[in-house]
């Protein structure tokens, strides 16, 4: 059984930044891309940020270009997220997740097949 495991969360002030970090634990598995969603009560799992194994190109939900940053190691497959320029909207609870075959529909839940339990972020104004 494959789990992924979430650090870094916490609580930050408006403009602060934080880093994410994604781990495997469990059996070893080869991964096509590795990505981040998040998720607020009684809404729907949202696409943040996706790194792609083949050739390592990144995508970014709009509402965070230019402010989150996604890297990764394939070999060891752990991927990060850093955060800067947080604002109260970015409060959430953020998911890392994989998949193991090339799909374009990357900003699709249902694309992925691995995931964390999730790690809180709260950003107060």
């Known amino acids: 059984q494959v789990h992924l495991v979430e650090s870094g969360g916490g609580l930050v002030q408006a403009g602060g930044s934080l880093r994410l970090s994604c781990a495997p634990s469990g059996r070893t598995f080869n991964t096509y891309a590795m990505g981040w969603f998040r998720q607020a009560p009684g809404k729907e799992r949202e696409f943040v940020a996706v790194i792609n194994w083949s050739g390592g190109s990144t995508y970014y939900a709009d509402s965070v270009k230019g402010r989150f940053t996604i890297s990764g190691d394939n070999a060891k497959n752990t991927v990060d997220l850093q955060m800067n320029s947080l604002k109260p909207e970015d409060t959430d609870v953020y998911y890392c997740?994989?998949?193991?075959?090339?799909?374009?529909?990357?900003?699709?839940?249902?694309?992925?097949?691995?995931w964390g339990q999730g790690t809180q972020v709260t950003v107060s104004s």
């Open positions: 997740a994989a998949h193991d075959q090339s799909s374009a529909w990357y900003f699709s839940p249902r694309t992925y097949n691995y």
